[in-house]
């Protein structure tokens, strides 16, 4: 997977640095605390360790002018690339950035050698399972993990 690709003049996903965690933590605690209500806790984002994320190569960012506004979690199955988490900050939404990341984790899939995409989405998301479904994800299955109930979903890539 290429460290960066450009979008467009103002915006690229790149391989995030040390320096941007900070701003990783805010675009989390932005995108899903409003969950914390509807599913009685803090979604699985909210506790996941980017530092980790980052030393094992799998944190991505999306600037847009120099800021970074978005954030991909990307890992690798057997037989697919996971989309473990994908979050732009409320404040840029509606602009296609979730595209944009999403095409971006399609590319590092397909760099990859991966023929598939998978992701899951908590029960509680409805939001996210209309959009996954809108863009032609199938869902796989609903599964009880870690204290949430998820939902799977998959894409086959192109070859």
Do not use: C, H, T
């Given at each position: 997977m290429p460290e960066s690709s450009s979008l467009t003049d103002m915006s690229r996903v790149r391989l995030a640095v040390s320096e941007d965690l900070p701003r990783v933590r805010e675009i989390v605690e932005a995108a899903?605390?409003?969950?914390?209500?509807?599913?009685?806790?803090?979604?699985?984002p909210m506790l996941d360790d980017y530092g980790a994320r980052l030393?094992?190569?799998?944190?991505q960012v999306l600037e847009d002018k120099g800021r970074v506004i978005g954030l991909l979690v990307l890992v690798g199955r057997p037989d697919s690339l996971l989309i473990h988490?994908?979050?732009?900050d409320p404040a840029a939404k509606g602009k296609g950035h979730g595209r944009a990341l999403m095409a971006a984790a399609d590319a590092a899939a397909k760099a990859r050698g991966y023929g598939r995409l998978t992701l899951y989405t908590h029960v509680a998301m409805t939001e996210n399972q209309a959009i996954y479904r809108h863009y032609?994800?199938?869902?796989?299955e609903r599964l009880d993990e870690?204290?949430?109930?998820?939902?799977?979903?998959?894409?086959?890539?192109?070859i």
């Open positions: 899903y605390s409003p969950y914390i209500p509807r599913m009685g806790q803090p979604p699985q030393a094992a190569g799998e944190l988490n994908v979050a732009v032609g994800w199938r869902e796989l870690d204290g949430f109930q998820r939902i799977y979903f998959a894409k086959d890539l192109p």
